[in-house]
């Protein structure tokens, strides 16, 4: 461009319009623009992205609404058939001839002729609120101590100690000898799965402190005063999301394998949880025509301990903030 034609562009505006005073705030010089950032809106972004998780997680709400919803609208009674042989061990078509079609009646009829598929939802609602219940209390004690114990170095000597001796016993051999002296109601076996449940877990997340104790922002703050507890909770675990959320995805159904398990050998619960069924339903898995009374639980349990655990460890990589960019 030519001086002429500069000239010319600048002659049509005035000199206030050119030249203005721009005042100089250190405060403003600070501010970095860039888009807001949200943590867990990230988390849940990144999960959905993905569209298996969104199959899995309607799944999981489908068997989670039958579990907890269903019993409570289908007044189940198990013993309702008792006197009449002939509603006993029937296959989904043979219930259905006799009783008419009905979704209670769609995978048949038990030993005490109960509707099978009554049976299993029913099993699944004690079989999971004993794995939630388990799993939020053996986490929380979990996490809070293996958080301190990592980063506390007196308290790492005598957890140390005490985790050699009493983790070095079979856990399953332990929850066994617990259920044995305690009649095997729900809450003994709550009681059994909790009361060393969060031992392994806090050796676990002791380990995971240690590799960050020593960063600097720790450092700072232990020669300013802060308190260990404090500094465990708002300077570590936060950082440990993604480390805790898929510890919680192999723990909640681990705990209904490890309920499923003792039923199986009988030492379940007496309740008709998903294990007792199992274990009740034996026989009918080699009798021909009777099947449905093993399989139904079998496929249940596995579908809610599979949905489970997928949907946990995808959630667990979606809480990486590496994910995020």
Known sequence: MENKDMKDLFSAYSEEELFSHVDHSDLESEKITAPRYSYWRSVFRVFF???????????????????????????????????????KHLSPMAAIKKFGFSIHWILGTGAAGQPTFDAVWYGSRISLSLALICAAINLTVGILVGAVWGFSKKIDMVMTEVYNIIGNVPYILLISVLVLLFAPSFWTMVFALTVTGWLAIAYFIRTQVIIIRDREYNLASRCLGTPITRIATKNILPFMTSVIVTLAAVEIPSYISYEVFLAYIGMGLSEMSLGRLIYEAESAMVTPGWGFEFWSPVVVASIITIALYVTGQNLGDASDPRTHM
């Open 49 to 87: 992205r993905n569209k298996v998780n969104i199959v899995i997680l309607t799944i999981l709400a489908i068997l989670i609404a039958f579990t907890y919803i269903y019993p409570e609208v289908s007044e189940y009674d198990r013993f309702a058939n008792l006197m009449n042989d002939a509603a």
